[in-house]
């Protein structure tokens, strides 16, 4: 990055990170390099991510990305389809997060769950009903 320093300033910075540090860091001597931000030209930290100035992101998208639906995020996913079993599969196929095979991949993992979860369940009730009769 150093191709964008076009002024460095302060010159000298200090550095108090640690108590224990502090002596040493008083003659540590760290450069701040400076760059230029391209959308409002004011210099801000070579490090920085955002300008402080105009509130431009510099990782090359100009624009800040909107915040991720929580519905969509693995674990709402996951604790949807745990709660609703296959009624939850909706969120995974219109989740832009996973492919195609993938959301094939879980439909038919929910689905298989769902089927051998109702034929344990109908077993049980199958077997309960037996053992009530076998008490009567
Ligand atoms: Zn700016």
């Not at 639906?69 to 939850?88: D, E, N, Q, R």
């Not at 993938?102 to 049980?124: D, H, S």
């Amino acid at each position: 990055m150093f191709s964008h320093i076009t002024k460095i300033s302060p010159p000298i910075h200090f550095r108090y990170t640690s108590k224990r540090g502090w002596l040493l860091s008083l003659f540590r001597v760290e450069w701040q390099a400076m760059k230029k931000c391209s959308f409002c030209a004011e210099q801000i930290q070579d490090e920085a991510i955002k300008c402080r100035f105009c509130g431009e992101f510099l990782d090359g998208s100009g624009k800040q990305k909107p915040a991720a639906k929580w519905y969509y995020s693995t674990s709402s996913v996951v604790i949807g389809l745990l709660c609703v079993g296959p009624f939850a599969l909706p969120l995974v196929w219109l989740n832009p997060k996973y492919k195609t095979a993938a959301k094939i991949i879980i439909t038919i993992i929910v689905i298989a769950a769902t089927i051998w979860l109702y034929r344990l369940m109908t077993q049980m009730y199958q077997q309960i009903i037996k053992q009530i009769h076998d008490l009567g």
